[in-house]
Nanobody, 120 residues
Framework: QVQLVESGGGLVQAGDSLRLSCAASGRTFSAYRMGWFREAPGKERQFVATVVWNLGSTSSMEGRFTISRDIAKNTGYLQINNLKPEDTAVYYC????????????????WGQGTQVTVSS
């Protein structure tokens, strides 16, 4: 079973940018897609972006969020530009299947999350 580890979060100011990483270990990433979700306190886990691993096709909830992957490094990324206080959340990456990419049930392996805190 593949393990996923997120990194790159931290405390930033509104307007800053971050690049989060999702490193796969244990085995080569072999799921159909990688997704990024976020969860703020008291809120539902929310879809952010997804990439089809082999083809590289992507989608995201908003243009400020860009997902990518480096197959050789077995690592996915989430670029977040123009961060806003409402982006404050724990960001999770996950491995999942072909259908319903915005639903958490599509993904069966999750990382531990990385905290992003945006101050105003």
């Amino acid at each position: 079973q593949v393990q996923l580890v997120e990194s790159g979060g931290g405390l930033v100011q509104a307007g800053d940018s971050l690049r989060l990483s999702c490193a796969a270990s244990g085995r080569t990433f072999s799921a159909y897609r990688m997704g990024w979700f976020r969860e703020a306190p008291g809120k539902e886990r929310q879809f952010v972006a997804t990439v089809v691993w082999n083809l590289g096709s992507t989608s995201s909830m908003e243009g400020r969020f860009t997902i990518s992957r480096d197959i050789a490094k077995n690592t996915g990324y989430l670029q977040i530009n123009n961060l806003k206080p409402e982006d404050t959340a724990v960001y999770y990456c996950a491995a999942g299947g072909v259908l319903a990419p915005t639903r958490t049930s599509t993904y069966d392996t999750w990382g531990q999350g990385t905290q992003v805190t945006v101050s105003s």
